[in-house]
T-cell receptor
């Protein structure tokens, strides 16, 4: 069964450093997302990406964040200068298309900023 | 703005008994509703969805959910719980007319099924 894969599973970084979280969405999907889940809290939407551009972003997704789909298969989330409060589980998701279809989530990358 | 409420942080049920995990939503326009399950150190796994049509929807692993428009609810149910159902359950809503394709999640309900 096709699945969304994320690497790495765990990333530890120093405050102020740049990190790139990587995702390989399901191959025929058209919509891509990043969500995050701070420990013990709910899953929050960060950004959606369609047709090679951001279609929607939340207030959390400020200038420190960027997304890219560089080669038609990978989908990356970059945080330019990490802060302690960026520590969270980051989930990538993809969707075939159409608002009636479900999103499929990867297993997540746990980001720890120290 | 769209929102989801899961009023119970934890639900405990004995194996073999029916279970219900509650969810209410607030959205402009017609909602698209989803249930996801999260096992420890794993991603979110899709269980079922309501888009339109029959208010009772059936999903994976014997789960079902009933859409109630007047009560703005979408409770998750299973007739006979298993210990292996123990996990964190999230209700989510999508409001395509106003909210785009993003999912708004509830805070999650920890389901514990005991022998």
């Amino acid at each position: 069964e096709p699945e969304v894969t994320q690497t790495p599973s765990h990333q530890v970084t120093q405050m102020g450093q740049e990190v790139i979280l990587r995702c390989v969405p399901i191959s025929n999907h058209l919509y891509f997302y990043w969500y995050r889940q701070i420990l013990g809290q709910k899953v929050e939407f960060l950004v959606s990406f369609y047709n090679n551009e951001i279609s929607e972003k939340s207030e959390i997704f400020d200038d420190q964040f960027s997304v890219e789909r560089p080669d038609g298969s990978n989908f990356t989330l970059k945080i330019r200068s990490t802060k302690l409060e960026d520590s969270a589980m980051y989930f990538c998701a993809s969707q075939t298309g159409g608002d009636f279809t479900e999103a499929f989530f990867g297993q997540g990358t746990r980001l720890t900023v120290v | 703005a769209q929102s989801v409420a899961q009023p119970e942080d934890q639900v405990n049920v004995a194996e073999g008994n029916p279970l219900t995990v509650k969810c209410t939503y607030s959205v402009s326009g017609n909602p698209y509703l989803f249930w996801y399950v999260q096992y420890p150190n794993r991603g979110l796994q899709f269980l079922l969805k309501y888009i339109t049509g029959d208010n009772l929807v059936k999903g994976s692993y014997g789960f079902e959910a009933e859409f109630n428009k007047s009560q703005t609810s979408f409770h998750l149910k299973k007739p006979s719980a298993l210990v292996s159902d123990s996990a964190l359950y999230f209700c989510a809503v999508r409001a395509p007319l106003r909210g785009g394709n993003k999912l708004t999640f509830g805070t999650g309900t920890q389901l514990k099924v005991e022998l």
